[in-house]
T-cell receptor, first 113, second 114 residues
Framework: RKEVEQDPGPFNVPEGATVAFNCTYS??????FFWYRQDCRKEPKLLMS???SGNEDGRFTAQLNRASQYISLLIRDSKLSDSATYLC??????????????FGTGTKLQVIP | GAGVSQSPSNKVTEKGKDVELRCDPI?????LYWYRQSLGQGLEFLIY????????KSGLPSDRFSAERTGGSVSTLTIQRTQQEDSAVYLC????????????FGDGTRLSIL
């Protein structure tokens, strides 16, 4: 089983739609989680951290389900500019501040006019 | 500058040549990562530096690849005897350690081996 798994998509959705992505992780000791966005031929950029209680930033909502070992990203009222690849990131800090960061391979979103 | 800086932005070289890529992390970030990404593919972890600890080199694909980080700041990734399959975008990221902080990426170096 991969450490971090995402559905590669693509998810093709009309403008204004709501879309959700899930990301599963294999190590139950994982401690911090993030969603990144990567535009074509650009570097990944942090979209939002994912907190245990769930968190929202405008049209974006992130949730963590530790029992089932997945995180989710919900995008409401999709815009054309949301078209990108969304990367799930899982951080495990086993000891002494050392970090093991694993990126998923990403879910591609295409918002259609 | 405020962000992670990488140079050069683009590098075209002939097969068999050595190349050196540079990364200047965000000031104060003690963790530094190198990744590579081929077109349409996910990020491939290469190496991770944290402070003065021994680096995690587990992602380096062959002994032609090496990296160092001098003075806990600037890092260079060296590829010797380049091959065509080394063509990719090489991304550097840095983060704060101890706060499990997110990584911040540079713009990358696009490497093309002819």
């Amino acid at each position: 089983r991969k450490e971090v798994e995402q559905d590669p998509g693509p998810f093709n959705v009309p403008e204004g739609a709501t879309v959700a992505f899930n990301c599963t992780y294999s190590n139950s000791a994982s401690q911090s989680f993030f969603w990144y966005r990567q535009d074509c031929r650009k570097e990944p950029k942090l979209l939002m951290s994912v907190y245990s209680s769930g968190n929202e930033d405008g049209r974006f909502t992130a949730q963590l389900n530790r029992a089932s070992q997945y995180i989710s990203l919900l995008i409401r009222d999709s815009k054309l500019s949301d078209s990108a690849t969304y990367l799930c990131v899982v951080n495990l800090s086993p000891s002494g501040g050392y970090q093991k960061v694993t990126f998923g391979t990403g879910t591609k979103l295409q918002v259609i006019p | 500058g405020a962000g992670v800086s990488q140079s050069p932005s683009n590098k075209v070289t002939e097969k068999g040549k050595d190349v050196e890529l540079r990364c200047d992390p965000i000031s104060g970030h003690t963790a530094l990562y190198w990744y590579r990404q081929s077109l349409g593919q996910g990020l491939e972890f290469l190496i991770y530096f944290q402070g003065n600890s021994a680096p995690d080199k587990s992602g380096l694909p062959s002994d032609r690849f090496s990296a160092e980080r001098t003075g806990g700041s600037v890092s260079t990734l060296t590829i010797q005897r380049t091959q065509q399959e080394d063509s990719a975008v090489y991304l550097c990221a840095s983060s704060l350690v101890g706060q499990e902080g997110p990584q911040h990426f540079g713009d990358g170096t696009r490497l093309s081996i002819l």
